[in-house]
């Protein structure tokens, strides 16, 4: 069989675009006289297009376009994504019934699974977990079955082409570790000659590697070929932005691959692969991802998101610390020098320290900069709230305002961001950035409508560590010189809003790094996320650094059991405090791992919860320590 994987870019909500994107495809390949091309799921719609699948203009349109490609499949089987409709029945919200479906066309005409009740393949396994939501929106052919009184064997069937009998299933279909049932392996009780796996699955740090791992294995049981096919581009949800890789390939019945050279790039992937037990490829890419992978991730979702949004200028806020410089380095691998401004805005307690090393990052890209001062527009503010006397209007509520050093640390974050950065971004034409990182994000350190603000987050997916390594990596590999001055990795992290923060006396933010990291990271991104109880338990135990990853040794932070506790309350308080209520606000995040905040690590306002046992091991430890 002549087969051809068609790596296309998805642009979500756009089905006429990607029809004339899959057309053409079709023709590259038949041109190469391939007998089968593959698409992605949902290559015609996109996938996470939130509620856009509640319009029926929108689902009429998809459809007409699954028969564009119907028409153009003469001479060659199409097989693509596209939403199944049943105009006759409903879901159980009361809207049409719609199904995530696979087509497969043949000759003009669209050929279902034997002996099925529709003329396309109906997605088996529905993921309701991270940012899949798919039961919200699509039937699937479990509930289908049972519906019609069918066993779950009887309903999943091969598609029968003049050729062969096509194994057709539907991204998570494979992914059925955790599921009841194999849909792989009823296929192969019908006899199937050759599986396609078609997906649309974002992007995340060694996601590949595990797939490789398990579709080979897959492959190597089903003792036949298994093709996979994935997007490349970016979709959202709203608060979280997804970047798609590809990393399309073909696995033959020895648990070997062959798959296309580039990610994050379209392309058509052509083989011959015998319909049997032959082995053709090559030893599986057993590579794990690392920082090059994070860098070619960010780089491709940023761009991708600016010409989603029609943004082709960016102002970025730049302290001389180490997130907003990787964060200007980063646009300046997308966006021409003029394109970019670079804005200081030092206040009384900077450092003449970080505006030199700001200034010498804008003059190692050859941006634009300036400095903008912030010193009297703080006072200003500051005069004009600070002991003012409010009253009701007849004089029986009297009081006066007062700004405490806190409170005018965040004065300050806010005229930086919200006045003077969204002014700088309206007259440079552009938008500014939000340069938080993962474990700011966390626990709420940053200010609301002040450093939190921006057009999109693009590190907010990654913990300071590797905000380190990322910068490590522009100025070793990616620049081959010091674009990121050495200060910045060497700069006690600050915001330098008040005396306590004065970096040239090595006095900065109160997270410890890389603990916190680590210990945020648990709370967050492990799949059976821990609470103060785990961690608890396993400090007294003397466990906690091997569990949590982290190099150091906690007796040099916490000399004592209360040091401990009182720092792990203080951030777990933070986590699921005000930092719910900032990461609400937040703008999104540009996700490159599992568990990103938004849509992925959803999250309620509730307040703050200790489990009985986690008291329990506190009066111990305390009680213990005298």
């Not at 199904?99 to 279902?112: C, T």
């Not at 009740?117 to 699509?138: A, H, Q």
């Not at 598609?159 to 049932?181: F, S």
């Not at 700001?358 to 503010?381: F, H, K, Q």
């Amino acid at each position: 069989m002549k087969a051809c994987l068609a790596q296309i870019h998805v642009l979500p909500g756009q089905p006429a675009a990607n029809t004339e994107t899959m057309l053409k495809a079709i023709a590259a390949a038949r041109a190469q006289a391939a007998e089968l091309v593959v698409f992605p799921e949902m290559a015609i719609p996109g996938y996470l297009l939130g509620d856009s699948w509640e319009r029926d203009a929108f689902l009429r349109e998809c459809e007409a376009c699954g028969h564009r490609i119907r028409e153009a499949s003469k001479g060659i089987v199409v097989v693509f994504g596209n939403v199944g409709l049943d105009w006759r029945r409903r879901n159980e919200d009361g809207r049409v019934r719609k199904y995530n479906a696979l087509f497969v066309a043949e000759n003009g005409r669209f050929i279902g699974p034997r002996g099925g009740t529709y003329d396309f393949v109906v997605k088996t396994l529905l993921p309701n977990y991270r940012e899949f939501d798919d039961s919200r929106y699509f039937y699937d052919l479990r509930r289908l079955a049972a519906e019609e009184g069918k066993s779950l064997e009887q309903a999943l069937t091969p598609v029968i082409t003049e050729r062969m009998a096509l194994g057709c299933i539907l991204c998570e279909d494979a992914w059925d570790a955790d599921y009841g049932v194999s849909p792989l392996d009823l296929l192969k009780r019908h006899g199937a000659d050759l599986f396609v796996n078609c997906s649309c699955s974002p992007f995340t740090l060694n996601k590949n590697v595990k797939r490789n791992r398990m579709f080979a294995a897959h492959a190597e049981r089903l003792e036949k070929p298994l093709l996979y096919v994935n997007s490349v581009g970016i979709q959202n949800n709203g608060k979280t932005v997804y970047t798609f890789d590809g990393a399309s390939c073909i696995y033959d019945a020895h648990a070997h691959q062959i798959g296309l050279p580039a990610r994050f790039e379209a392309g058509l992937l052509q083989a011959d692969i015998p319909l049997d037990q032959s082995e053709f490829a090559r030893p599986l890419d057993a590579r794990e991802d690392g920082v090059a992978d994070i860098y070619q991730a960010l780089v491709f979702g940023i761009r991708e998101f600016m010409q989603m949004l029609g943004v082709s200028r960016v102002v970025v806020g730049v302290s001389g610390g180490i997130d907003s410089a990787v964060t200007a380095a980063l646009y300046s691998r997308i966006l021409s020098r003029e394109n970019i401004l670079l804005v200081n805005l030092p206040s009384r307690f900077n450092s003449p320290t970080t505006v030199k090393l700001a200034r010498t990052l804008a003059a190692n890209l050859g941006c634009y900069y300036v400095e903008a001062p912030i010193e009297d527009s703080v006072r200003l503010t500051t005069a004009q709230v600070n002991g003012l006397a409010i009253a009701s209007v007849d004089g029986s509520l009297r009081a006066r305002l007062a700004l405490s050093d806190f409170m005018i640390e965040n004065v300050q974050a806010r005229d930086r961001s919200s006045r003077l950065l969204a002014a700088f971004a309206a007259a440079f034409g552009g938008v500014f950035t939000c340069n938080a990182n993962k474990a700011e994000a966390t626990v709420g350190y940053t200010t609301l409508y002040g450093d939190l603000a921006g057009y999109l987050a693009a590190l907010a997916d990654l913990w300071k560590g590797e905000v380190y390594a990322l910068g490590r990596y522009l100025n070793e590999t990616v620049f081959q010189r010091e674009v990121i001055p050495a200060g910045c990795f060497d700069l006690t992290p600050s915001a330098e809003l008040g005396p306590a923060q004065a970096v040239d006396q090595g006095l900065g933010d109160p997270l410890i790094y890389p603990y916190h990291d680590r210990l945020f990271a648990s709370w967050v991104e492990t799949w059976h996320r821990t609470t103060p109880e785990e961690i608890l338990e396993w400090y007294l135990a003397g466990t906690l650094e091997q569990q949590l990853g982290y190099k150091g040794k906690l007796a040099d932070l916490f000399p004592s059991a209360r040091e401990f506790i009182a720092d792990l309350e203080r951030w777990w308080r933070q986590y699921n405090g005000m930092g719910v209520a900032k990461r609400i606000q937040a703008p999104p995040i540009l996700a490159i791992k599992r568990r990103a905040f938004g849509f992925d690590h959803r999250e309620a306002q509730m307040g703050v919860w200790f489990s009985g046992r986690y008291l329990e091991l506190k009066k111990q430890a305390l009680a213990h320590q005298g």
